[in-house]
């Protein structure tokens, strides 16, 4: 969603479009409209108390839905909206600005009406030639459906709750050393030699004995069960086997004639839809009264009898009327087993579905013999694994011990890589968990390499730090440093931020019915 928000425009017009967006989410929840509506209306959330009802939320989304219609058009809009954190994120922005506005209310925080004129007519969409227009004012409001009341009361909130980020933009301050340090620590270059200890190195002296193997195998023995399958027949009766159709009244199971030409294709539908739900009950009865197979069912009603493909117990289909785990459970239920019709199970889509056993293999335990090899090499790798670990940090502690690199190889057994010049951006074939090892294991000390170990896919990478090249502080120019001291700052100033807004609401009472947020959200 943010992405959108990024790529929008810069025109004037868009400018005042995302003020209003942004004043929006800022006074809902701290103005009585909040608290305002139906009293019989589901309550979405409470906050100390305060409710937030569905009332409230869904004329939120509204807004919010509106705003984005129209500044990035019905089409971007109605993506959105359709996100799955919509909801959430809607019901949050009112929590968090009711909890903002309740501490702005509990420090006395006030606004002149001196200030709020000031920064209104500091707006340059509100400005002709450099100056402010009250009546551009008033008429670019009323092209967005705002009153100056509206605005001006949802700036004022804006700028009270402006006043709490005093603090926190005063902590998240950054020196000019700090920028020096973050671009130098951007710059490094460093020379790293490495030894890979793979665990394929420890797969023969893994292996398991067979008596390890089997007794693995009984004291896991459910996790080697053959679940049951069978094979089934079935029909599937709905709306459609009745469309254009008429049942005899003197056998409404059979002998089927067209109805009238004439007849719209609605009425045939509606016609349909009738016929079928007036046969529900004789098509149940048809299958109690003839268990032992669904001939007759599907001669009554001119249905084809299919057959499943084979059917595993507790895995549904990916497609097809087994999608459904409860017709999964029919086909499996104690009925069917004992080789009688199925009952009939209404699907989601209103069809009934019934079916009839063809082949059935009951669950069983697989013999030690079928899958010794898995077992096999099952331990065979996590023995192999730790194996792999523990060889590696023994040969890490001798090295640093030894203060020598050299002692990795393990007597020429792990070869030593060396890669130059790594940067953070160019690994010089470091994968990315030794890359990022590599620039935060320290520098060597007195030409001694720093040394560490990382997990790789194929085992353990042992890292010597072997030397680094730092650029000089006066080589950084100021304005890069400036924007990095900016930089700096306004992240420091958003952490605090968020951990303020955190604390508030740690320290608040917020329930959130979730039941009556889903169903409202989707």
Same mark, same amino acid.
């Given at each position: 969603?943010?992405?959108?928000?990024?790529?929008?425009?810069?025109?004037?017009?868009?400018?005042?479009?995302?003020?209003?967006?942004?004043?929006?989410?800022?006074?809902?929840?701290?103005?009585?409209?909040?608290?305002?509506?139906?009293?019989?209306?589901?309550?979405?959330?409470?906050?100390?108390?305060?409710?937030?009802?569905?009332?409230?939320?869904?004329?939120?989304?509204?807004?919010?839905? @509106?705003?984005?219609?129209?500044?990035?058009?019905?089409?971007?809009?109605?993506?959105?909206?359709?996100?799955?954190?919509?909801?959430?994120?809607?019901?949050?922005?009112?929590?968090?600005?009711?909890?903002?506005?309740?501490?702005?209310?509990?420090?006395?925080?006030?606004?002149?009406?001196?200030?709020?004129?000031?920064?209104?007519?500091?707006?340059?969409?509100?400005?002709?030639?450099?100056?402010?227009?009250?009546?551009?004012?008033?008429?670019?409001?009323?092209?967005?459906?705002?009153?100056?009341?509206?605005?001006?009361?949802?700036?004022?909130?804006?700028?009270?709750?402006?006043?709490?980020?005093?603090?926190?933009?005063?902590?998240?301050?950054?020196?000019?050393?700090?920028?020096?340090?973050?671009?130098?620590?951007?710059?490094?270059?460093?020379?790293?030699?490495?030894?890979?200890?793979?665990?394929?190195?420890?797969?023969?002296?893994?292996?398991?004995?067979?008596?390890?193997? @089997?007794?693995?195998?009984?004291?896991?023995?459910?996790?080697?069960?053959?679940?049951?399958?069978?094979?089934?027949?079935?029909?599937?009766?709905?709306?459609?086997?009745?469309?254009?159709?008429?049942?005899?009244?003197?056998?409404? @199971?059979?002998?089927?004639?067209?109805?009238?030409?004439?007849?719209?294709?609605?009425?045939?539908?509606?016609?349909?839809?009738?016929?079928?739900?007036?046969?529900?009950?004789?098509?149940?009865?048809?299958?109690?009264?003839?268990?032992?197979?669904?001939?007759?069912?599907?001669?009554?009603?001119?249905?084809?009898?299919?057959?499943?493909?084979?059917?595993?117990?507790?895995?549904?289909?990916?497609?097809?009327?087994?999608?459904?785990?409860?017709?999964?459970?029919?086909?499996?239920?104690?009925?069917?087993?004992?080789?009688?019709?199925?009952?009939?199970?209404?699907?989601?889509?209103?069809?009934?579905?019934?079916?009839?056993?063809?082949?059935?293999?009951?669950?069983?335990?697989?013999?030690?013999?079928?899958?010794?090899?898995?077992?096999?090499?099952?331990?065979?790798?996590?023995?192999?694994?730790?194996?792999?670990?523990?060889?590696?940090?023994?040969?890490?502690?001798?090295?640093?011990?030894?203060?020598?690199?050299?002692?990795?190889?393990?007597?020429?057994a792990h070869p030593l890589h060396t890669y130059l010049d790594i940067t953070r951006r160019n690994g010089q074939g470091l994968d990315n968990a030794a890359l990022a090892a590599a620039f935060t294991t320290p520098a060597p000390v007195d030409g001694i390499p720093s040394m560490d170990m990382v997990k790789t896919p194929s085992g353990y990478q042992i890292?010597?730090?072997?030397?680094?090249?730092?650029?000089?502080?006066?080589?950084?120019?100021?304005?890069?440093?400036?924007?990095?001291?900016?930089?700096?700052?306004?992240?420091?100033?958003?952490?605090?931020?968020?951990?303020?807004?955190?604390?508030?609401?740690?320290?608040?009472?917020?329930?959130?019915?979730?039941?009556?947020?889903?169903?409202? @959200?989707?």
């Amino acid at each position: 969603m943010m992405d959108t928000f990024r790529n929008f425009g810069q025109s004037w017009v868009a400018k005042i479009l995302m003020i209003l967006i942004a004043l929006s989410f800022v006074l809902w929840g701290v103005s009585g409209y909040l608290f305002s509506g139906n009293s019989s209306s589901s309550t979405v959330a409470t906050v100390d108390g305060q409710k937030i009802s569905d009332t409230v939320f869904q004329k939120r989304m509204k807004d919010v839905q @509106a705003r984005y219609n129209h500044v990035f058009g019905a089409a971007t809009a109605a993506k959105m909206v359709e996100d799955k954190s919509f909801g959430l994120d809607v019901l949050d922005g009112l929590i968090n600005n009711m909890l903002l506005g309740a501490e702005a209310r509990r420090l006395g925080l006030r606004v002149p009406d001196t200030a709020l004129a000031k920064k209104i007519e500091s707006i340059p969409a509100f400005q002709e030639k450099g100056v402010f227009s009250k009546s551009h004012y008033q008429k670019l409001l009323a092209a967005n459906g705002m009153t100056p009341a509206q605005f001006e009361g949802m700036l004022r909130a804006s700028m009270r709750m402006e006043q709490l980020q005093v603090i926190p933009q005063a902590i998240a301050t950054a020196s000019n050393a700090e920028a020096t340090r973050v671009w130098a620590w951007s710059q490094e270059y460093r020379d790293v030699s490495a030894v890979d200890i793979r665990d394929a190195d420890f797969a023969a002296a893994a292996k398991p004995t067979s008596a390890k193997v @089997a007794a693995y195998y009984h004291a896991n023995v459910d996790q080697f069960q053959l679940p049951a399958q069978l094979q089934v027949q079935y029909v599937v009766l709905g709306p459609k086997d009745f469309v254009g159709k008429r049942l005899s009244p003197t056998n409404p @199971a059979s002998n089927v004639s067209a109805v009238a030409a004439e007849q719209s294709a609605a009425s045939f539908n509606s016609q349909a839809e009738n016929a079928f739900q007036a046969q529900v009950e004789n098509f149940k009865d048809l299958l109690f009264s003839s268990p032992d197979g669904l001939a007759a069912v599907a001669k009554a009603y001119n249905l084809k009898i299919q057959e499943s493909g084979m059917l595993t117990a507790g895995r549904v289909l990916a497609q097809g009327p087994f999608a459904d785990a409860r017709a999964l459970d029919l086909a499996f239920s104690k009925a069917v087993l004992a080789g009688k019709n199925s009952t009939a199970l209404r699907l989601a889509n209103g069809d009934l579905l019934a079916v009839h056993l063809l082949h059935y293999t009951p669950g069983s335990t697989q013999p030690l013999s079928a899958v010794v090899r898995s077992i096999t090499a099952k331990l065979s790798s996590a023995k192999a694994k730790k194996l792999a670990k523990n060889k590696a940090q023994a040969l890490l502690a001798a090295a640093r011990q030894a203060k020598d690199m050299n002692v990795l190889t393990d007597g020429g057994a792990h070869p030593l890589h060396t890669y130059l010049d790594i940067t953070r951006r160019n690994g010089q074939g470091l994968d990315n968990a030794a890359l990022a090892a590599a620039f935060t294991t320290p520098a060597p000390v007195d030409g001694i390499p720093s040394m560490d170990m990382v997990k790789t896919p194929s085992g353990y990478q042992i890292l010597a730090i072997t030397h680094v090249t730092a650029p000089s502080a006066a080589a950084i120019n100021p304005k890069v440093a400036a924007q990095i001291r900016t930089s700096l700052e306004e992240q420091r100033s958003r952490l605090l931020s968020i951990a303020y807004l955190k604390d508030l609401r740690e320290h608040a009472k917020v329930e959130i019915n979730d039941a009556q947020l889903a169903q409202i @959200a989707h």
